[in-house]
């Protein structure tokens, strides 16, 4: 659609007409305009799934590993063929708009929102970014990159003013969404936070250096809830405040039109914008006919079998003393820990779906050696967080359910709306007590869930509810609990997502079925969410690790699962640690003595310290690895694929040795003071050694660099490439991600002591040499000068760095950029 185009339809709009455009018409729909044959966008939450446009469980989307999981496969390749995987997700739930992929950047291990991030450096956060953009928009979807910009931490993040100077803000904040431009993306969505004073929604950036230097001409959308003014959003770059019918713009829009504070132009390219977004994602004209799931190339069969893939793609062995594979020699396989039986696929937050199964490690395992080797598990102490919800169990679990519907007897929970009076005007089963979304339907005064419950074991149980307002908990018609909890927090994320739990205890005998009664009234301001849990009794910790331990020493070898939890790393709220706790390391420990050949996985999203990690004979990072995330860490296991991951952010041993740390705003403001200096650039300014530098990452074979070679001039603003010869040394095939690094000794220019600047990978077979062409593009050199308002690329000598991490480059290349 041309530009004569668009204009001939704004024409066609009055002043109401086109200010209506630009507010969501719903949470996730904006609004439709027959005059100009436009139909509703669909939006919809997708860094790792396309959840849709409710919270419904009953709509089950695919679920790929975390973000951070795909940052660790370093493969472009592979990103962008999930990003289609979305894509076709997306065509199946009638979305257009994916909200995806987060750019934001690992600056502090810290960072609630690590697992929906890339990693900590702009070059790899640009690139994998890209692919997945590419892979989503080829398919008529279209994606948005977001939070715009150094929304990096969770803390005061709807208030949080982010001071950062403007070259750091331009080199590592701005930089993967420049590169997401540069790519096409279609949408770019404003953060909450705000950024050297004005709040995002807001910012100048907005439009510059968006729109006036990076030529972007997509949608700029508000992070939802987060465009608090009227005059001050309009007048920037934002065009689409989201979510609707209620807001900032509409008829204030209107009249501050009318009476001058904001000029009609700004209205009218808010509009343009829009309607190329919509021209683009066939919501403009004549409907496109939708093409069927498996034209976009994925078919359904062959999705669980790519997830898998793409979970051994991102696992990252940090250490292995010839603990791994597990060769057919092992007859016997502990398989210990909670996170063994119930491995956390997801993050916590606005990004959650419902997957339709999900694999553990258990599951995967044992589905991998069924007659060919004894898996048996040993849950170790119970996770220190309160309750999954109640819930039917997951498919393929043949375990009795815990709870189920009293009124149909049906697997799940009885979920009913109720009037003042307690009269029934709505009911339903529901699988789970997860309802963040209960129906409301006129007159609706309380959200009900029952469930009657089948306890296997007797004693104390901890049963809650989450939420806001009047909240009563019954257990066969004794009131446990009957209160008012107040909402505290403007937070979207926990009023409707992860609102707080409230517990009583209850005794409950194994075999004597109980009935518990949820109710929460509905009150403005509070949400809707309401979530219903059970705990049993929780085993003594002593004992629960010695009879892991027991079962660990029986074994031929032992794989230790350990990992966060969803009130531990999750949207929200940032960590206060990075402890795993002293039962899960003790467990560690403990398996570790009993049988020197222990495998520790970690299940988390981000960096968690690791006292034990000399201890075990192999450790293998999992992220959180997405529905199919325990077949995948199975053939790793089993030497079935080889682990690809490399780190997308350097590990410490301990949280006191992270250079950059904080994330707690003072007096409202949180300083960037590292300015250029994030990650491993900041471990090398401060010459401190972490645990796994940025990069690290091992196979089930060796590799030696040779040689490299390339230009020894290039001139200022060009690209170059360089050849890299490596050898793989060891006795099976393998993959190697080789990394390349620049350094600027002697020039005058402060730089990071190096940064990452290309990488590429190579495939090869025992004893096999081949040679890896990495390119580097002119931006890798090239700095912002505040001064003068542009960029300049500092002629003098550069050293080109060549090898498998950060911390480990043993070729080097002397290189003289001209002026």
Known sequence: MTEDDLDRLLDKLTLRAKVRLLSGATTWRTPAEPAVGLRELVMSDGPAGVRGESWDERRTALLLPSASALGATWDDGLVERLGTLLAAEARRKGVDVVLAPNLNLHRSPLGGRHFECFSEDPELTGRVGAALIRGIQAQGVAAAAKHYVANDSETERLTVDVRVGERALREVYLAPFETAVAAGVMVVMAGYNAVNGPTMTASPLLSDPLRSEWGFDGVVVSDWGAARSTLDSARAGLDLAMPGPEGVWGAALERAVEDG??????????????????????????????????????????????????????????????????????????VIGAHAARTRTQGGGSAGVFPRREVSVLEGLRDLLRGRAEVVHAPGPAPDEPAPPLGANPPGDRREHLCTDPRSGLPGVLLRVLDPSGAELHAEHRFTARQLEPPLVPGAHTVEISARLHPQVSGDWTLGIAGFGRIRLSLDGHVLLDDEFPRRTDDPAHVHVNPPVHTAVAQLSARQDALLVARRELAPGTGRATIVSAAPPRPDVPWSITEAARTAGAADAAVVVVGTTEHSESEGYDRSDLALGDAQNALVRAVAAANPRTVAVVNSGGPVELPWRDEVGALLLAWFPGQEGGGGLADVLLGRAEPGGRLPTTWPVALSDAPVSRTQPVGGRLDYDEGLHVGYRAWLRQQRTPAYWFGHGLGYTSWAYEELTGPNEIAAGEPFTVQVTVRNTGSRAGREVVQLYLSRPGVEVEYPHRWLAGYTAVRAKPGETVTASVHVPARALRHWSAGDGAWRTEPGPCRVLVGCSAGDLPLALGVEVLA
Request: aromatic share 2%; net charge positive; proline share 9%.
């Open 261 to 334: 504070s904001v000029p009609e132009s700004a209205v009218d390219d808010k509009v343009r914008h829009l309607l190329r977004l919509a021209a683009r994602t066939g919501a403009l004209g004549e409907p496109v006919p939708q093409p069927p799931y498996r034209s976009t190339g994925v078919r359904p069969g062959d999705a669980r079998a790519q997830l898998r893939r793409a979970a051994a793609a991102g696992a990252v062995l940090l250490t292995n003393r010839g603990a791994l594979p597990l060769g057919r020699e092992v007859r016997t396989v502990a």
